[in-house]
Every structure is written in structure tokens, then in C-alpha cells.
């Protein structure tokens, strides 16, 4: 087992990741640690844009309102402010870096976009792949960092604290020396130990059967997390995003929603248009209507998806303003040039996280998390179209600026740090069983814990989850570690947490829509829904030395 000592640990590579790491490295050693190679991340993916301020009819406060109204009451105006007031400086710092975004035809100013809930176009894009742009420009810059080094298929299994080097911890501050980390090459644990460990692990959507996130969206710094005893908020609000290519082999492939922001309509299967009768803002409503609203619309007819019509853009301009969209549906015999796409919704954004202040930090000392694992306030009950790269961009960069002033003054991590003993037992037969599991959290939780949800069926998933929950944890403590298994003992724990929190929410807010409870209840529910282990607890929870 190698130890390797470093100033910063930076946990995952995305936008937050690789956007903090530059602005640390000019403070200190840094080690990016992520589990596939460097651009595999959901910031890769991101297709519509990065929504700020900059056209001329625009105004700070009109983006803080919209952000406000969809998030249903629970943003908070703090956090808001501050990331669309912080946005146009980080957005130009990435141009500065390198990227390239989509000009107005005059070449001087950004081609800003529509999309859902904004009252203004204000979507920066590089045509539909957004993400992919921002993550070459970053990943480049980090590779030609001297202070930088990336760890390409590295894992992190849990977090490093006191409660590793002194089980006998029952209370006190809980601190964060680093992770243990497995490389997946050489099929070894290493110690990473740092000063400052921030999470960037971003989102959790494989947790559902159908979901916009790429394989890497297992849940795991939420996981570690909570394992560490950090305090999360809001799982319940996972955004379904309402438009996914509806194909067996499209993997809910995103049509972005840049794509009714460009005049595309959505038609049930008889052909008629029928978001108006849901919102007056029709196609453009905020996300968790526009998804509820096919999901109802499914329901009534009974079809399997509903269609997108592309007509209104112009049969010429798809290409250039779509050329993602157009040739991944070419690659399934669609035409969007001619035919509708069948679309259906899926999981896509957590919207609740990790809980952190305004510059990052959370809960447990020297451990902080940015972009999609946090939960900074921003989002609410819904997250507003584009706000989660802005988001991811502006406290990413605050958390940088906020350590790296005292970093001087924080203490090395421990001498000693026990090596992880992995001298489990390994039988063949039973990881099959196991690796089911997998997939059976996942049916779960699209059928029980999706768009609309019950007490009935959610204490149908608890139950069943928990079981599974235990079976992996249990299981977990006797073999010896593999990425799989990492994380589905991640999957297992974030689905009983996002199920925990859907329970305490009495009402329907936002992304939680509930039988039950089908009105939001401003008097006793305007507030988090909030999970902690209490630190009695924790040495049971998170022990991972064998
Ligand atoms: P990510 O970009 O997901 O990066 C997480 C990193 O952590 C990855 O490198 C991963 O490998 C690594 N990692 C995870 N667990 C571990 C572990 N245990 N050990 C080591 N490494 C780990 N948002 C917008 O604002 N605008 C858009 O247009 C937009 N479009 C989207 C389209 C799609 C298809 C998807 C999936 C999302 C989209 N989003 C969009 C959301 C947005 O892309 C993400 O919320 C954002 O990119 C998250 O950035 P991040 O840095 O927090 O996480
Ligand atoms: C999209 O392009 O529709 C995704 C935008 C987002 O997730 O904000």
C-alpha cells in the first residue's frame, strides 16, 4: 500500500473537480483522483449551456427571480445571488482558458440560448455540447499544470477521519485527513492524505433504471459523506428531465431542452399539442412541470412516449444548432429534419447534496464539496434550466479562494494512518447474486420513488432497499475491493436516502410530487429535509478497515 501526501485532494474531475483544482495549484500540491479517464463525468455530457446575465435585456435580479420562483420557496436568496452575480466573471474566465462558445452572428457577443423557466434568453452554449467544451478546456489547462497530477481509474471508498484512527471516537469534531483510494490498474488501496479534500464526485442519476447521467453517477461522495457523518439535505428532489430519446438502445439519450427553447413543441401521439394545458408558459414551463405533464399525459393515454416536434426550428437550422442531437438520432434511422422524436423523461439532476456554507465547507473540518454532490442552497425544490454549471463554476471557485488563504496554517494529516486491510474472502458465486442487486435498486426506485410517489410505495422501497442495503453492506465487510463493488454499496445507501428523505417531506413540492400530500404546505414544510448520522453511530457505519 503506497501513502501519497498532498495538500489538496480533489475527488472527481469535472467541471467543480478541474475548476477548483487550477485555482488551488497555484497554493499547493494537488491530486485529482477519478475513477475513469479524466473527461468521463456528467459535466461532459451537458448539452443545452451555462445560463448568466449578459444580454442587454437582462438583469441580475430577473435571473435571481426565476431561480427563486422555480425553486418552489426553498432557494436561498443568499446563495442565489451570489451565483448569478459571480456568473458572467467565471464564464469569461473559461473563455480566457480557452473555450469556445457560440457567437452572435456579429461574432462579438454570445449566441444566448432559451430555455425553460428563464423570462430571458441567457444560455451561453458551444452549439449542443456545451459540457464537452468546457471539460476539453479544463482538462488541458490541468494536464499542463506542474502542481497537478490526475489519477486516471481511481476510486475513492470512503473518507479518511478520526473515526479510522481512533475507533474509540465517540464525539467532538469530526476531521478529514484524505481517502482512501483504490486503483483499479494495479488492484491496490492507496492513502491519499491532504490537508483540505473537496468532494466533486457530482451526481447520483444511476441510482434510477432510466437516466441522463453517464455510469460514473453512482452517488459516491454523498455516500462517503454521509458515512463521515457530514449533515445532507433534500434528497428527495431529483429532477426527471422531460426529454429523453425514447429508443431501447439510446441509453435515455438527453434532447436538450435548448430544443424547445429554440420553438420545438411537445405532441401526444394523436398529435396534439399539450403543455398549454398544463402551464400558460407551455413548452417553456419550468422542468418538474413540463415532466409531470407528460408523465400525466402518458398515463391518460396510455402511450409509451410522446413526440417532440422540431418543425417550427426549420428543417436547415437543426443541424447547425443540434449537430449532437441530429447525429445521434441518425444513428437510430431518425431524421429529426422530417420526423418527430419519441421522448419520455428520466432522471437526471439531485438537486438536494452535501451540505455546505457559501464558500464550500462542510460540516466536517477541512472537507469541502462543490458542483452537483453539494447542496450550497442554490436549487431549491427544482433547479432552473443551465443553473448547475454556473453553480458548479462560481463556489467552486469561492471554496479555492476561501482555502487557499489559510492553508498555511492548516496541519498535516497524521503520521500514522492505518493501511486498509483487505484480507477478505472472495467467493465468485455470490458476487453474481450481488451484482444483481444493481439493477434491482434501480427498478426500485424508477417504480416506486419516480416522478409521482406515495407513502404506500415509498415504504415499499424502504423496506426492500434496506434489505438489500444490508445484504451489500454485509457482503462488502467480507471481499475484497472492486469498483462495482464500491459502488453499489454507494447506489444501496444513497437510494435509502433519497427514499428517507421523500418520507419526511409531507407535501408535494417541486421534484416531489406525492399522492398523498398532493399541495405544497408553506406553513409546516418550508424548510430542509435533513439527514445526519449522529457521530455515536458512525465508527458502526463507516468502518472500512476489516
Ligand atoms: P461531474 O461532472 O459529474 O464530475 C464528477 C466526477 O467525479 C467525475 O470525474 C467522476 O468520474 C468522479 N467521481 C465520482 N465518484 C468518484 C469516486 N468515488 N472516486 C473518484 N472519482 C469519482 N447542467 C447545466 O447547467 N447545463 C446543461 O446544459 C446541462 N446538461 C446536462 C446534460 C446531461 C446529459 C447531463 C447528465 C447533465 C447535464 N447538466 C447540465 C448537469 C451538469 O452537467 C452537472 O450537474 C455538472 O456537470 C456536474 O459537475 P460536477 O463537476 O459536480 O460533477
Ligand atoms: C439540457 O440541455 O436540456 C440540460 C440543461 C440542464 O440540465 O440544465
Known sequence: MARRDIDFLILGSGVAGLTFALKAAQFGTVAIVTKKVDIESNTNYAQGGIASVFGKDDSFELHIQDTLSTGRGLSKREAVEIMVREGPERIME?????????????????????????????????????????????????????????????????????????????SGNINCYGAYVYDSNADKVNIFAAKITLLATGGTGQVYLHTTNPNIATGDGLAMAYRAGAMLANLEFMQFHPTTLYHPEAESFLISEAVRGAGAILRNKSGEPFMKKYDERGELAPRDIVAHAIDAELKKTGDE???????????????????????????FKLDITKELIPVVPAAHYMCGGLVTDLQGKTLVENLFACGEVAYTGVHGANRLASN?????????????LHVTKKIEKIPSPPIIIPPWDDSGTFNAEEWVLISHDRLEIRRLMWDYVGIVRSDFRLSRAERRIKMIHQEVENFY????????????????????LIVRCAMMRKESRGLHYTTDYPEPDDIRHLHDTIIQESISNLPGVMTNIK
Not at 464537452?132 to 494536464?143: Q, W
Not at 412516449?305 to 444513428?331: M, T
Not at 448547475?388 to 479555492?400: D, G, K, N, P, Q
Not at 475484497?480 to 435509502?496: C, F, G, K, P, Y
Open 305 to 331: 412516449c410522446v413526440y417532440l416536434d422540431l418543425s417550427p426550428i426549420g428543417a436547415s437550422e437543426i443541424p447547425v444548432k443540434f449537430p449532437q442531437i441530429y447525429k445521434k438520432c441518425l444513428e
Open 388 to 400: 448547475s454549471l454556473l453553480e458548479a463554476l462560481v463556489f467552486s471557485h469561492r471554496a479555492a
Open 477 to 496: 465487510r467480507k471481499r475484497s475491493i472492486t469498483e462495482e463493488l464500491v459502488e453499489l454499496r454507494n447506489l444501496a445507501t444513497v437510494a435509502l
Open 94 to 170: 473559461l473563455v480566457d482558458f480557452g473555450a469556445q462558445f457560440t457567437l452572435h452572428e456579429d461574432g462579438k457577443y454570445f449566441d444566448l440560448g432559451m430555455e425553460g423557466g428563464h423570462s430571458r434568453k441567457r444560455i451561453v452554449h458551444a452549439r449542443d455540447y456545451t459540457g464537452n467544451e468546457i471539460e476539453r478546456i479544463l482538462v488541458k489547462t490541468a494536464r499542463n499544470n506542474p502542481n497537478i497530477t490526475i489519477y486516471e481509474n481511481h476510486i475513492a471508498i470512503d473518507l479518511i477521519t478520526e473515526h479510522q484512527l481512533k475507533p474509540e471516537t465517540k
